[in-house]
T-cell receptor
């Protein structure tokens, strides 16, 4: 079946450090890939997405590239801020009738000033 | 535009009791999903409504869970009787009835603790 494996957390970084959160997936066909973020006390928000191989999603300084050859969608940011502290979830979804998202376990990120 | 809202934000109940969670999707969104995150693990799909019809309920864990969406607007998820393993965060999401590249918008979740 489909699955998403995320880097284990928690991750603690200093402000302005480089961030990578690894995400790999197992799926048949060509799913769309997503990163969602959950800030403290809030719901999940879509951070970025990519719908086909080699697409790069980007938002708020975060980037992730859909790598079909390595079945990966790693999240990166060049310089994190304290306000980026949150839980990050990688997810995949197929087109067609089965529209549900399949999520990874989430990675807690804490950025220290 | 108001986002997805969920009520209550927190619920603490005893084993064997009944709890009903409510989700109000974004106005005009025909797709409504329920997910839950148990014990800090991955978020798992429970079921999917299209308007008032259950499109997919393959993720519902057992018959103690009952979801409804009368009239195709808000949805309720009832757990009866609740068990300890039902504790977790229950998320609702909605999206427009479009094709493949829909974006699901999530609510803040209901934190359920069963003692």
């Amino acid at each position: 079946g489909n699955s998403v494996t995320q880097m284990e957390g928690p991750v603690t970084l200093s402000e302005e450090a480089f961030l990578t959160i690894n995400c790999t997936y197992t799926a048949t066909g060509y799913p769309s890939l997503f990163w969602y973020v959950q800030y403290p006390g809030e719901g999940l928000q879509l951070l970025l997405k990519a719908t086909k191989a080699d697409d790069k999603g980007s938002n708020k300084g975060f980037e992730a590239t859909y790598r079909k050859e390595t079945t990966s969608f790693h999240l990166e940011k060049g310089s994190v801020q304290v306000s980026d502290s949150a839980v990050y979830f990688c997810a995949l979804k197929y087109s067609g009738s089965a529209r549900q998202l399949t999520f990874g376990s989430g990675t807690q990120l804490t950025v220290l000033p | 535009e108001a986002g997805v809202t969920q009520f209550p934000s927190h619920s603490v109940i005893e084993k064997g009791q009944t709890v009903t969670l409510r989700c109000d999707p974004i106005s005009g969104h025909d797709n409504l999903y329920w997910y839950r995150r148990v014990m800090g693990k991955e978020i798992k799909f429970l079921l999917h409504f299209v308007k008032e019809s259950k499109q997919d309920e393959s993720g519902m864990p057992n018959n103690r869970f009952l979801a409804e969406r009368t009239g195709g607007t808000y949805s309720t998820l009832k757990v009866q009787p609740a068990e300890l393993e039902d504790s977790g965060v229950y998320f609702c999401a909605s999206s427009r009835l479009l094709a493949d590249f829909e974006t699901q918008y999530f609510g803040p979740g209901t934190r359920l603790l069963v003692l």
